[in-house]
């Protein structure tokens, strides 16, 4: 690797540098003619000083403010958490633009591309045609497993597993007196077997029992965001229908279901069956009746077929975890530039996680279209921030060990570089949790920065595709929504390709650029809009968590 291509200043405004390799103490590098003695060993995805810095100064990195020197930082000088503290800039709603210009990309290309799709009444085209058996409160997550033990073998959706160990020869060895030793160097992974359609309901692409630890029992608040999310889940365009079950007597209330989903959608036509326990005449009815009545909407839900789209029906999510100091540069400038891809064919798009959005707030309100939406975000990060920072956490706590081990050393560094994920599209709307998507164009939503709590958020609001960037690796997925994984660096594809759909370290090795992969990764939503399963897919990695806001009383 030549001088030039193992180090990267992202904006001009910048006075730290990244290592795209490890970079030996004493080492002298180049970038844009200019020469840099390097002062410590600085591991790849790390940055280093380009100039000398005194205690207070402030680091910029990709143009904007991401912390301050808490002691001298020499030139060439490794950048840590022992000498940078996070920090970001102010930021106010008065220097917000009433007019956005924006020019989209390129999209040509795409213009007569279609996606083979599940077309809803309501205009909405679902990527999955899925039924849902879902809990309004934590004390039916029982039943819900019941139902699933009696249905999903029966119906076939359950046959064909991704992985399976061969447990019998364990038993065997230990019944015969083999070693522990013998036993732990044992091979006893099972040949994987390929996920086929269901032959008695080809069209159902899924059937998906949800458990949840909400419902009663805590803030109000909290049950009420809880049935908007459930309502968000059910109105989903890939969810043909769902069998609720409610208690009875929980905060919960089937009524607020049924009222958010009538105000989501007025003239909501997938079928839902909600049953309530209390009113029931024993457990065995209960659940006879609904085993009776998911059966019935499986059969409604398989009268549907796959037909054309156009990408203009696609609602992407754009999210991140497990990030490391690549992420910024490869990954979601990536997602980035398939976000404005989509934006400029007249789709939508989502961006989530405001704690990582902490220091790119000024950039994001400038491109909201209206003082409306960017007061909107302001109001939504700042009491966001202030109740995470009264409860001991604020935003600045949001990098994990694993973040800060490979780059990302300040939750403003972080935020810079997860920001690239929204492109470079206007706002067209913000979000709070559990609010619908309405507007084409990109919209900001309001969701913790845990991935799974952000993915639950995103297909809540409407997502029918996520992509999910990472650098250190996560098998994260959703019961609704493909999640397409996308990875920072070739390392990390390489090792972990059984988990990862699709690889951007090209863009870090030189031999592509952000443009490229982009347009590559389009055209793999295309697929996997069509029917091709994500890695979470196979795994069966069905993570739902709602996010809980309020506290248990």
Excluded at 363 to 371: A, G, K, Q, S, Y
């Amino acid at each position: 690797m030549s001088s030039q291509n193992k180090i990267l200043k992202i904006h001009s405004k910048d006075n730290v540098i990244v290592a795209l390799t490890n970079l030996k103490k004493d080492e002298r590098v180049k970038f844009n003619s200019k020469e840099y003695h390097i002062l410590d060993d600085i591991p790849a995805k790390h940055k280093f000083a380009t100039k000398n810095l005194r205690k207070g100064d402030i680091v910029h990195m990709y143009g904007v403010t991401v912390g301050k020197a808490k002691k001298e930082i020499p030139k060439g000088g490794l950048i840590s958490t022992t000498n940078l503290a996070h920090e970001t800039e102010h930021y106010s709603t008065e220097s917000a633009m009433k007019k956005v210009k924006w020019e989209a990309p390129d999209v040509s290309k795409f213009i007569k591309k279609r996606f083979n799709g599940y077309h809803r009444a309501d205009g909405n085209i679902g990527t999955e045609n899925n039924w849902l058996v879902i809990p309004l409160v934590f004390c039916q997550n029982r039943n819900v497993e019941v139902l699933k033990e009696a249905l999903i073998e029966k119906l076939g959706f359950g046959k064909q597993q991704h992985l399976s160990f061969d447990v019998d020869s364990l038993i065997d060895d230990y019944k015969n007196g083999i070693s522990i030793d013998t036993i732990l160097n044992k091979n006893i992974i099972k040949p994987q077997n390929k996920l086929n359609k269901n032959p008695l309901f080809p069209n159902v692409d899924g059937i998906h029992f949800l458990t949840h630890e909400g419902g009663c029992g805590g803030a109000t608040t909290d049950a009420v965001a809880l049935c908007h999310l459930l309502a968000g889940y059910i109105n989903n365009p890939n969810v043909a229908g769902a069998t609720v079950l409610s208690l009875g007597c929980q905060h919960a209330q089937a009524s607020i279901l049924k009222n958010a989903l009538s105000k989501m959608s007025p003239n909501h036509k997938g079928a839902i069956y909600i049953l309530e326990q209390q009113q029931s005449e024993s457990e065995q009815e209960f659940l006879a009746e609904a085993v009776k009545k998911t059966f019935a909407g499986l059969i409604e839900a398989n009268k549907i077929e796959r037909k054309p789209a156009p990408l203009s029906k696609l609602v992407i999510g754009l999210e991140c975890g497990g990030s490391d100091g690549f992420s910024g540069i490869s990954a979601n400038p990536t997602l980035g530039h398939v976000s404005d891809l989509i934006v400029g064919l007249g789709g939508k798009t989502i961006l989530s996680e405001f704690p990582e959005l902490n220091g790119v707030e000024q950039e994001l309100i400038n491109r909201c279209v209206n003082n409306e939406k960017a007061k909107k975000f302001s109001k939504l990060m700042s009491t966001y921030n202030k109740k995470a920072d009264a409860l001991g956490a604020g935003f600045c706590d949001n990098p994990s060990p694993g973040n800060i081990k490979d780059g990302l050393i300040t939750d403003a560094i972080k935020s810079a570089g997860a920001a690239k994920k929204g492109g470079t599209s206007p706002v067209e709307d913000v979000l709070d949790y559990t609010e619908q998507v309405k507007a084409s164009g990109l919209s900001l939503l309001c969701t913790p920065g845990n991935d799974v709590e952000s993915t639950t958020g995103l297909a809540g609001s409407g997502c029918n595709i996520i992509l999910f960037t990472t650098g250190l690796g996560t098998p994260t997925g959703n019961p609704i929504t493909p999640v397409v994984k996308v990875s920072s660096n070739s390392k990390l594809f390489n090792k972990m390709s059984d988990i990862i759909d699709f690889n951007t370290g090209a863009i870090i090795d030189g031999t592509s650029t952000i443009e490229k992969a982009g347009e590559d990764l389009l055209d793999y939503v295309i697929e996997v809009a069509s029917g091709k399963l994500t890695k979470a897919k196979q795994l069966r990695q069905d993570d739902f968590i709602p996010w809980k806001r309020g506290m248990s009383l």
